[in-house]
């Protein structure tokens, strides 16, 4: 059974930057897309970037808010998925979860709307943006 571990949150300043992993145990993450979601205090969840599996072209998805800031990428050789913040804003505090669903070749982009529905979630860590 899939199970995801996230970590690398943390308090940072404003312009700071922060490096999110997602490790899996129990499968290997080389065969999901990945997806990274937040949800702030009072807020809904929302999707921030998700990625393809390698054999689909590795693709990457990201909301608006955090294009030019954020870069996920996947290192299949360590099973983990990375989360590249940088020139963070108060806005983006949050709790930030990594999500995996099985993907297959033909799935050339993912969806981050399918990959909250049916993905398996980790617990979450917390990223703080303040001064």
């Known amino acids: 059974q899939l199970q995801l571990v996230e970590s690398g949150g943390g308090l940072v300043q404003p312009g700071g930057s922060l490096r999110l992993s997602c490790a899996a145990s129990?499968?290997?993450?080389?065969?999901?897309?990945i997806g990274w979601f937040r949800q702030a205090p009072g807020k809904e969840r929302e999707g921030v970037s998700c990625?393809?599996?390698?054999?689909?072209?590795?693709?990457?998805n990201y909301t608006d808010s955090v294009k030019g800031r954020f870069t996920i990428s996947r290192d299949n050789g360590k099973n983990k998925v990375f989360l590249q913040m940088n020139s963070l804003k108060p806005e983006d505090t949050a709790v930030y979860y990594c999500?995996?669903?099985?993907?297959?070749?033909?799935?050339?982009?993912?969806?981050?709307?399918?990959?909250?529905?049916?993905?398996?979630w980790g617990r979450g860590t917390q990223v703080t943006v303040s001064s």
């Open positions: 990625i393809t599996i390698r054999s689909a072209g590795g693709s990457a």
């Open positions: 129990g499968r290997t993450l080389e065969d999901y897309a």
């Open positions: 999500v995996a669903l099985f993907s297959t070749p033909v799935q050339r982009e993912c969806v981050m709307r399918v990959l909250a529905e049916f993905g398996s």
